[in-house]
C-alpha cells in the first residue's frame, strides 16, 4: 500500500494544513477622530486607538532583506491616521471595517485584526473602555 502524495498545503496523510501565516502587530495607535452619532462627537472629536494585526508570510521578506517583500508598517500607519483623522462616521463598526480595508491592500497581507477603541465614549457609567474587534481576510 503507497502512502498518500504531500503537497505544500496537505500533511502526508492527506490533511489540510494552514498556509504560513505570521502576524505583524502595531498596537496602541492614538489619533483624533470625529467620530460617533452624537453631535458633540462629531464637534469635538476625541481620540481613538487602534490595534492591527496582519497576517502574512514573512519569509519572503526574510530571504531578500527587502521592504518591498513585506509591510511598510510606518506607510500603512499614516494610511490609517488619514482613516481616523479624515471623514467621520457614525459607528466604530464601519471605522473598523475601513481601516481594515486599507489593511487588505497590501499585497502581503492576507488576513487583518482591527481594533478600534474609543475610551471615550458617551456612556453614563464608570468605564475603562469600550472597543470592536474585527477580522477580514482576503477570502
Known amino acids: 500500500m503507497s502512502s498518500p502524495s504531500s503537497s505544500p498545503l496537505t500533511s502526508p496523510v492527506g490533511t489540510t494544513r494552514r498556509p504560513v501565516a505570521d502576524r505583524l502587530a502595531v498596537r496602541g495607535l492614538r489619533f483624533r477622530g470625529h467620530h460617533g452619532v452624537l453631535d458633540h462627537e462629531k464637534r469635538d472629536g476625541q481620540d481613538f486607538l487602534v490595534d492591527l494585526v496582519l497576517l502574512l508570510d514573512t519569509r519572503p521578506a526574510a530571504q531578500t532583506d527587502d521592504l518591498q517583500d513585506t509591510v511598510d508598517y510606518g506607510s ?38 482591527v481594533t478600534v477603541h474609543k475610551p471615550h465614549a458617551p456612556i453614563q457609567a464608570t468605564f475603562e473602555d469600550v472597543a470592536l474587534t474585527i477580522n477580514r481576510s482576503l477570502e
Do not use: M, S, Y
Not at 84 to 103: F, K, M, S, W, Y
Open 76 to 113: 500603512l500607519v499614516e494610511q490609517v491616521r488619514a482613516v481616523v483623522e479624515g471623514d467621520p462616521v457614525d459607528l466604530i463598526e464601519t471605522l473598523a471595517q475601513r481601516i481594515a480595508d486599507v489593511c487588505l491592500t497590501k499585497p502581503a497581507v492576507v488576513e487583518v485584526e
